[in-house]
């Protein structure tokens, strides 16, 4: 293992939802969206975050780089506590980590050229001078897989996945040494898909950058990532490398990949159908907050929420059955 | 052999648009049998949605389903029905799930509303009828307390709960033959392997045949027994769906196979290279060719014949 780059300990973020009735009543509500989170992320490696929609794994991406405030606990980069910190030393750590959206098109300016997106980062964190910006701008673009030419175009005369390639690029003109990909092919087809993946690792290896890899889908997961996370309902409930899923360990990890298709006939399990649907995170239920839907519920499990425990070398699991 | 349920033969449908004629779909053929389940695979764009709404005659201006063109079902050519008689077949006969659970429901009616209108359209029933029949269909397809819920409006329900009634919905006549239309593209796994249970479930139960249209290789495996793959509003391939994932034949099916991150396979992936040609003006001769590293003088001057290999597996490439 290397060393660590970044490390969060117990970070929750927390919604409230306040309109003039509640305060009034004072009965505000909380959405915790991500309620209670720690773990590490290495230098170098792809760490993946795996959950279903609502979970929390995108707001927990971005309020490791701190486009949310933290509600809770502390966040640390490079030894160093960026949980609270403001103002100029904000904007330093900004060229350090950058971000990749899942929407490739909405996160760009539609009213400015590929050239213009490409230059405010370069310009924002005095990376060149603006008679070298031609050539660190051509850099990039090439650096991505796109032509010199496409530098003139306005992203909607662009496809999805060259759209994806320009985001790629802006995340890279600072040269940072964090990413977060928050679900950076979903939009994409497959065919795509497989060359932006190959293009992350590609530049992954060129410039050691160490991803936070979010998405729903396993499969991407499992071929991209060193170790991954699962998360459900704002707590992480087991954490890995690959042999996750070769041997997975938690109740909800398992019935995840269960229901995982595979073009594979061998590869076809039983399908673990959970009842019901993922909770309200403004209701979280009592103890383990799976149980409701828990397949292995035993009677502790509504009442004592479990921590997330090393089980074996590695691998973490929060879950009464290994505690 | 017996008639097919489904015979499209030469389907082509385009769109007029002001900047040229998108040819979405160009000489479709296939035939689906009684009881059967078959399906599109394809790309964005490659006309496997328009397909679908051609078949239920969902097509209106600027496009336009080309004369030559016939939809042959039960042994009538729909395209050749008064619009009024089209009514009694839609919703009826063949129905549709489309893709987007969000935006297929009407948020300003009830689902009861929405459902026993769809029922009471069909068939004879009173008002108090087809409540009931909306009940049972909600339960049918695994809606908890359906009596309360039925009188909920749609953005009171989750998404996999809207794919449900859409399905309840699309079942509700007894029709013989379903269209689903991606219906779990917008899903989480775990709620989509329920859908496709209860898709599998209901296929069985009530014996409707069923075109399932999807991008997603890994999941039409486990819910149809044959594919087509579609490029560009053309076929290019069809066989059985086992046979045909672990042995293509056509360039592109194998390229996205390779595409795919499987949670089998670690490493680098072999993609597709280039991009999906646009629909207006859209490469000459096998419109695979530009991307194909098999490609040929030929492949860009000729559209390859759609070629029967074996039994049950055509392929329309210059290899074979």
């Not at chain 1, 006939?265 to 239920?285: D, F, M, Q, T, Y």
Request: net charge neutral; hydrophobic share 35%; charged share 25%.
């Amino acid at each position: 293992m290397g060393e660590t780059l970044i490390d969060v300990e117990d970070l929750k973020k927390y919604f409230i939802s306040s309109n003039f009735a509640s305060r009034l009543t004072g009965r505000e509500e909380a959405l915790r969206a991500v309620d209670g989170v720690s773990f590490d992320i290495y230098r170098g490696e792809t760490f993946g975050l795996v959950g279903e929609t609502g979970c929390g794994k995108s707001t927990l991406g971005r309020t490791i780089i701190r486009l949310y405030e933290p509600t809770d606990g502390k966040i640390y980069f490079k030894n160093t506590e960026i949980t609270s910190i403001k103002g100029s030393s904000l904007r330093k750590l900004r060229k350090d980590m950058q971000i990749v959206f899942q929407d490739p098109l909405s996160s760009l300016n539609p009213k400015k050229r590929i050239m213009e997106i490409l230059w405010e980062p370069l310009r924002l964190h005095n990376i060149c001078s603006e008679h070298e910006k031609e050539r660190k701008i051509f850099e990039l673009l090439e650096l991505v897989g796109l032509s010199k030419a496409d530098r003139h175009k306005y992203p909607h005369e662009l496809s999805g996945g060259m759209l994806q390639r320009v985001n790629i690029a802006r995340a890279l003109a600072v040269d940072p040494d964090f990413i977060v990909l928050d679900e950076p092919t979903s939009a994409l087809d497959v065919s795509i898909q497989a060359q932006i993946l190959n293009l992350l690792r590609k530049l992954q290896n060129e410039f050691r950058l160490t991803y936070l890899f979010i998405s729903h889908d396993l499969g991407i997961i499992h071929n991209m990532c060193d170790r991954i996370a699962v998360m459900y309902l704002g707590r992480i409930v087991e954490v890995g490398d690959w042999k996750v899923f070769e041997n997975p360990m938690h109740p909800y990890t398992k019935a995840l990949l269960s229901c995982v298709p595979s073009i594979r006939k061998e590869s076809r399990k039983n399908k673990i159908l959970l009842k019901g649907a993922v909770p309200s995170p403004v209701n979280i239920p009592s103890g383990c907050r799976f149980h409701p839907r828990c397949f292995l519920k035993e009677d502790i499990c509504s009442e004592i929420e479990p921590d997330l425990k090393e089980v074996k070398k590695d691998r973490y699991v929060a879950c009464h059955l290994y505690q | 052999m017996t008639d097919p349920l489904l015979s499209v033969e030469n389907l082509r449908t385009y769109f007029y648009t002001p900047y040229g004629v998108v040819k979405a779909v160009n000489g479709v053929n296939f035939e689906l049998e009684s009881g059967k389940a078959l399906g599109i695979i394809g790309e964005s764009g490659s006309g496997k949605t328009v397909t679908g709404l051609s078949i239920m005659r969902l097509i209106f201006p600027p496009g336009k389903i080309l004369k030559g063109s016939r939809i042959m079902f039960q042994g009538e050519d729909l395209l050749l029905k008064p619009e009024n008689e089209m009514r009694s077949v839609r919703g009826n006969r063949i129905s549709m799930v489309f893709q987007d659970p969000m935006t297929s429901l009407n948020p300003v009616f009830t689902i009861g509303e929405q459902l026993t209108r769809v029922i009471q359209t069909h068939q004879d029933l009173t008002k108090k009828e087809a409540i009931e029949k909306a009940i049972t269909l909600l339960k049918e397809v695994g809606i908890s307390d359906p009596e309360k819920r039925i009188k909920n409006y749609p953005h009171q329900f989750s998404g996999g709960m809207r794919q449900r009634v859409l399905i309840a919905m699309a079942i509700s006549c007894h029709p013989n033959l379903i269209i689903a239309d991606e219906p779990t593209t917008a899903l989480d796994v775990t709620t989509q392997a329920k859908i496709i249970e209860l898709l599998k479930d209901l296929q069985r139960k009530i014996g409707t045949s069923l075109i399932f249209i999807t991008h997603d290789l890994a999941l039409i495996s486990e819910i149809v027994s044959e594919v087509i793959v579609m490029y560009c509003g053309m076929i290019l391939e069809r066989g059985e769906v086992d046979e045909l994932l672990s042995e293509p034949l056509h360039p592109y099916t194998e390229g996205l196979l390779h595409s795919l991150p499987d949670v089998n396979i670690k490493g680098d992936l072999q993609p597709i290279e280039g991009t999906i040609p646009s629909p207006i003006n859209p490469p000459s001769g096998c419109k695979f060719h530009p991307r194909c590293k098999h490609a040929t003088v030929e492949c860009r001057e000729d559209v390859p014949e759609f070629k029967k290999i074996r039994s049950d597996r055509y392929v329309s490439c210059i290899l074979y």
